[in-house]
T-cell receptor, first 114, second 119 residues
Framework: AQSVTQLDSHVSVSEGTPVLLRCNYS??????LFWYVQHPNKGLQLLLK??????LVKGINGFEAEFKKSETSFHLTKPSAHMSDAAEYFC????????????FGAGTRLFVKA | DTEVTQTPKHLVMGMTNKKSLKCEQH?????MYWYKQKAKKPPELMFV???????INESVPSRFSPECPNSSLLNLHLHALQPEDSALYLC??????????????????FGEGSRLTVL
């Protein structure tokens, strides 16, 4: 069975410092992995996706994520946080072994302090 | 055009009302989805349409009735809702759906949602 775990429900950083949002997955096969961002009262926007090409994936707004099969992780990082990064972030897995069933993580709320 | 447009943005209705949520996309996507999202929770899949046919109903109560008039439009008809149905309703689309499942191939494109309040 596939699953996705976001290890932190809340992360707080200061503006200009690095961001790390952690995601671990469970999958029988090589999954497709996504990070989405949701600002308050808005829809979800795709930040980046991994679909079995390069393991280091660059996304929008300076975010990137690295697929590590040995650690079953897909952590999201950004070198320098901006106030506008404050939002909810969802790690999502789509697993061909699970019939491409899409599983959302519980979400991580990112707070950015001035 | 890479947008999914949802109307209305906000809706307040009584438990005896009938209302509809609308969703439109012009990206040529053949799979469209309705999700329900409660506060501080991830989206939960409700319905999936593939090539204008309903392919997945995640055991949603019949007071929610989806409709796909054409490949660009998706409606959600609401009748006799309960206060616990208050939530953000998100429409999404993807290029296509994996056969036999409700899951998209590739990424989902989401609208901004319709905030529903049931009194």
């Amino acid at each position: 069975a596939q699953s996705v775990t976001q290890l932190d429900s809340h992360v707080s950083v200061s503006e200009g410092t690095p961001v790390l949002l952690r995601c671990n997955y469970s999958s029988s096969y090589s999954p497709s992995l996504f990070w989405y961002v949701q600002h308050p009262n808005k829809g979800l926007q795709l930040l980046l996706k991994y679909t079995s090409a390069a393991t280091l994936v660059k996304g929008i707004n300076g975010f990137e994520a690295e697929f590590k099969k040995s650690e079953t992780s897909f952590h999201l990082t950004k070198p320098s946080a901006h106030m506008s990064d404050a939002a909810e972030y969802f790690c999502v897995v789509s697993d061909p072994g699970g019939g491409f069933k899409t599983i959302f993580g519980a979400g991580t709320r990112l707070f950015v302090k001035a | 055009d890479t947008e999914v447009t949802q109307t209305p943005k906000h809706l307040v209705m009584g438990m005896t009302n009938k209302k509809s949520l609308k969703c439109e996309q012009h990206m040529g996507h053949r799979a469209m989805y309705w999700y329900k999202q409660k506060a501080k929770k991830p989206p939960e899949l409700m319905f999936v349409y593939s090539y204008e046919k309903l392919s997945i109903n995640e055991s949603v109560p019949s007071r929610f009735s989806p409709e796909c008039p054409n490949s660009s439009l998706l409606n959600l008809h609401l009748h006799a809702l309960q206060p616990e149905d208050s939530a953000l309703y998100l429409c999404a689309s993807s290029q296509e759906r994996a056969a036999g499942t409700g899951s998209p191939r590739g990424e989902l494109f989401f609208g901004e949602g319709s905030r529903l309040t049931v009194l």
